[in-house]
Nanobody
Framework: QVQLVESGGGLVPPGGSLRLTCAAS????????MGWFRQAPGKEREFVAA???????YYADSLKARFSISIDNSKDTVYLQMDSLNPDDTAVYYC???????????????WGQGTQVTVSS
């Protein structure tokens, strides 16, 4: 029903920046929330950030000073700007979407395949 495609990951030196992009396609929803999770080697998947047009954005407390999420509703696309990256940010970053129908039913979650972010010298 929904396809999510992430892009923008790669290798970046410590202190550098990356902007991740997630483009959604497929069925449409009355409302939706899009966000990012990440999973580092040997660790559980953790919440990074999420955003809705109405409610605004949300961040993991440890990341909100360095990460910024934005959304382009007309394109069903969400971005994650990551600054001052350090090796602890190395992870696979996954795009996530939850949509709601007109009747209020929540559909999802939907996940992208992930994009690798590696912070290393």
């Amino acid at each position: 029903q929904v396809q999510l495609v992430e892009s923008g990951g790669g290798l970046v030196p410590p202190g550098g920046s990356l902007r991740l992009t997630c483009a959604a396609s497929g069925r449409t929803f009355n409302t939706y929330v899009m966000g990012w999770f990440r999973q580092a080697p040997g660790k559980e998947r953790e919440f990074v950030a999420a955003i809705t047009r109405v409610s605004g954005d949300y961040y993991a407390d440890s990341l909100k000073a360095r990460f910024s999420i934005s959304i382009d509703n007309s394109k069903d696309t969400v971005y994650l700007q990551m600054d001052s990256l350090n090796p602890d940010d190395t992870a696979v970053y996954y795009c996530n979407l939850n949509g709601s129908t007109v009747s209020g039913e929540v559909m999802g979650p939907y996940w992208g395949q992930g994009t690798q972010v590696t912070v290393s010298s």
